[in-house]
């Protein structure tokens, strides 16, 4: 072989490794991720495959929104008198507010980094924000946008009239007509609808119930994810963990490593005893465990049975290798006989994919309309085979239909802080929040209405009495269902508001999508998110600066469009 043939031959092999190298990166890109919903309380509600405000849509389809609901790109999820609470991948959470309306623009994965691009289409929502270098998270409301870079807790409301946001820890950009505005602890950023020149930074209002809401979660979140990381060796995700150590025990099992039980079950507990079925276009048929740490052990890792304790669940994960796997939407394979019975078997972490599993002659469980119920005799003359799908004929969709949200109209006020609040009526009265018996008074008398606390109006003596003025009953009390207790008359606050606009979220900075590569090329995807605990921060890294953040608005670069196209679900890492 000559020289030129061999330098030809060089060449060619170095066009192929860096073609192959490409296609992997190709591959990795624009992954669907599916997040959670952690919290549910009193009335949520969620739609699907959202285009454009779906509050303006009055043919719209809703559900009634279950605990551990998967929660894909293209979802919709809406409060009326509830609360609500979705976590995602990586420790980051968004918390809803009663009558709030907020909008998954954009949840995909690119070279090991998250994109998160959220709108809140109405009402009030706070965000716990922990980044690792190449993830990318941004809100939009009303007539801006905020992005975090770093470890951030910050509130945003979208009113009719206006939007703000408060930060509470840390700081992010705002982003309003292509100008960045930096916004630090104990800010807050407002702006007047519609007008740009109206932006205003002053000192953040004092917390009401909401707030003070949202810092308990986060505090008991970070505390368990934390106690609970020092049995599973998830370095990137952290989704559910905390849940696995308040309501279970870990302990190790011979060549599993830590393994998990609920507290309280007996020796003939099923691993499927409580929970429904959910169908969606984009990952198909998936379990919802009915209790609250009912997320990780029903799409992630495997089951293992051992005589004297019973079903015990494996981090491990099954057909995805390392880690906890690919997200699946139930950790079972589906059988059948050859009588037409249907079935399920727990996953083991050693499951070969499309072989018989290996928990087959332990773990054999009838698949109804409503669940799954009883164990099923496993007898020498039935033939089971796996099943690539579950049984259409037998499956059933146990979330309800639910009506619309109703549009709530409210606006802020004028007064110098932002994010002060008032929520008003059916146009003959104005509702405003008195931060001195924190709770929403009628203001119905402007001249007898006096200056509270940080400008905020308190009503009258007179008007709190209820003898002349109807009341609002506080936050806590229409949470906790003690509304109907009280013998007053609430105005209506659902007069139709006009359906406003966001402006389009913005696109994800070239600095993350450079750092993206950068993690690629340089360990390995995931493995530059280092960490075991990624709720406390400690050793996630950051993206880029808030200056070069700002550059967002005129980055090229498209938003995935990846909602549904993978049928295995989001990846992990």
């Not at 917390?207 to 809401?213: I, L, M, P, S």
């Not at 003898?467 to 105005?491: F, I, N």
């Given at each position: ?6 330098f ?24 669907a ?20 405000d ?11 929104a279950a ?36 909008e998954f ?12 691009r ?16 190449g ?65 205003a930074?002053?000192t953040a ?66 691993p ?28 992630y ?58 928990n ?30 579950p ?34 009526g ?127 608005g ?8 990846s ?11």
């Amino acid at each position: 072989m000559t020289g030129l043939q061999r330098f030809l031959t060089v060449i060619s092999v170095l066009m192929l490794i860096i073609g192959c190298g490409a296609s992997a990166a190709s591959a990795d890109s624009s992954h669907a991720r599916i997040v959670r919903l952690s919290v549910v309380q009193g009335d949520v509600r969620f739609a699907r495959d959202v285009k454009g405000d779906r509050l303006a849509d009055s043919s719209a389809g809703w559900e009634a929104a279950a605990l551990n609901l998967p929660i894909r790109q293209g979802y919709v999820l809406a409060t009326d008198n509830g609360r609500a609470v979705v976590e995602f991948e990586n420790g980051a959470m968004a918390f809803l507010s009663e009558n709030t309306v907020l909008e998954f623009y954009d949840l995909s994965s690119e070279d090991g980094g998250f994109t998160t691009r959220l709108i809140l289409r109405q009402g009030s929502a706070e965000f716990y924000v922990n980044p690792a270098s190449g993830d990318y998270f941004s809100v939009t409301g009303g007539d801006f946008s905020v992005q975090a870079d770093s470890r951030t807790t910050f509130r945003m409301n979208n009113f009719d009239d206006g939007s703000s946001v408060n930060v509470l820890h840390g700081r992010l950009t705002a982003l309003t007509k292509g100008k960045s505005t930096p916004v630090q602890k104990n800010q807050a950023l407002s702006m007047k609808a519609g007008d740009p020149e109206s932006v205003a930074v002053e000192t953040a209002p004092a917390g009401d119930d909401f707030d003070q809401w949202v810092s308990a979660k986060i505090q008991s979140f970070t505390t368990a994810t934390a106690s609970a990381s020092q049995y599973a060796n998830s370095y990137d995700y952290s989704s559910g963990f905390g849940d696995l150590y308040t309501y279970g025990t870990w302990f190790p099992i011979a060549g599993y490593g830590n393994c998990w039980r609920p507290y309280g079950v007996g020796l003939g507990w099923s691993p499927f005893e409580f929970g429904s079925w959910y169908y969606d276009a984009g990952f198909g048929w998936s379990f919802l465990g009915g209790q609250p740490w009912g997320w990780l052990p029903y799409h992630y890792g495997g089951w293992l049975f051992r005589p004297g304790v019973g079903w015990v669940w494996s981090p491990s994960g099954s057909f995805g290798g390392g880690g906890i796997g690919r997200w699946r939407p139930v950790t079972g394979v589906w059988m059948r006989s050859a009588g037409g019975a249907v079935g399920i078997v727990p996953s083991h972490p050693l499951d070969a994919k499309g072989k018989t599993p290996l928990n087959l002659a332990v773990g054999l469980f009838a698949v109804t309309p409503r669940g799954v119920s009883s164990t099923l005799p496993l007898e020498s003359s039935d033939r089971w085979k796996v099943q690539k799908n579950p049984a259409r004929d037998i499956m059933q969709n146990q979330l309800a239909a639910a009506a619309a949200p109703a549009r709530v109209a409210r606006t802020m006020t004028a007064s110098a802080t932002a994010g002060a609040r008032v929520t008003t009526g059916d146009g003959n009265s104005a509702i405003v929040y008195d931060r001195t018996e924190r709770r929403f008074v009628n203001a119905e008398n402007p001249q007898s209405a006096k200056q509270g606390i940080a400008g905020v109006r308190v009503a009258p003596e007179e008007s709190r009495s209820g003898s002349a003025t109807s009341q609002l009953p506080a936050v806590s009390e229409r949470v906790s269902g003690h509304e109907g207790q009280r013998d007053v008359v609430v105005p209506s606050a659902r007069s139709a508001a006009p359906a406003r606009a966001a402006v389009p979220p913005p696109s994800v900075p070239r600095s993350v999508s450079t750092q993206r590569v950068f993690n690629e090329s340089g360990g390995g995807g995931g493995g530059s998110r280092g960490g075991s605990n990624s709720a406390s921060g400690s050793s996630r890294g950051t993206s880029a600066s808030s200056s070069a953040a700002a550059a967002s608005g005129s980055s090229s670069r498209a938003s995935s469009s990846s909602s549904g196209s993978s049928s295995g679900g989001g990846r992990p890492h």
